[in-house]
């Protein structure tokens, strides 16, 4: 009975090890700063109490500027599960582009602690959204299916 515990412990884990990036796609309703052609998140699954940096590649617009938010918002059953928010420009400066970030950049990766309030092993509908200083939408990324997981 060990053996097959142990057998099944071990397939759960390689099928966690196993999960695909989650397709992202552009969640905004009218025109953006940013547009993103790729969005992905590192390491996925999000590892609970840890960092996790996502990446939109794509074209500016306009610079991001001083007042830029990060909004993240979970949702399992149409519920609200997990909320987060961050000031933009302290996560890129942390990534080496301060504020004003020009235009000319088309990467922007941003990294943020998962917080040990992110629901483990439960896939949620994940909305990732920024808003420049401008007051603009910068960007709004959603995902079905996103995993945090104890690491």
Do not use: E
């Not at 397709?23 to 840890?50: H, M, R, W």
């Not at 991001?64 to 928010?85: E, P, Q």
């Amino acid at each position: 009975m060990k053996f097959i515990t142990a057998v099944a412990a071990f397939v759960l884990a390689a099928v966690a090890n196993a999960q695909t990036q989650p397709t992202f796609t552009n969640c905004a309703t009218g025109a953006t700063d940013l547009v993103i052609n790729s969005f992905s998140l590192s390491p996925y699954p999000l590892c609970i109490g840890q960092n996790v940096c996502a990446t939109g590649n794509g074209q500016l617009s306009a610079p991001v500027t001083a007042g830029a938010k990060l909004n993240i918002v979970g949702k399992y059953l149409n519920r609200i599960v997990y909320t987060d928010a961050h000031d933009l420009c302290t996560l890129l400066g942390n990534q080496g582009h301060p504020c004003p970030v020009p235009v000319t950049l088309t990467s922007i990766t941003a990294c943020v602690l998962v917080k040990t309030t992110a629901p483990a092993g439960i896939p949620v509908q994940l909305q990732i959204s920024a808003t420049n200083g401008n007051g603009h939408v910068l960007f709004c990324q959603s995902a079905n299916g996103v995993l945090a997981q104890n690491c």
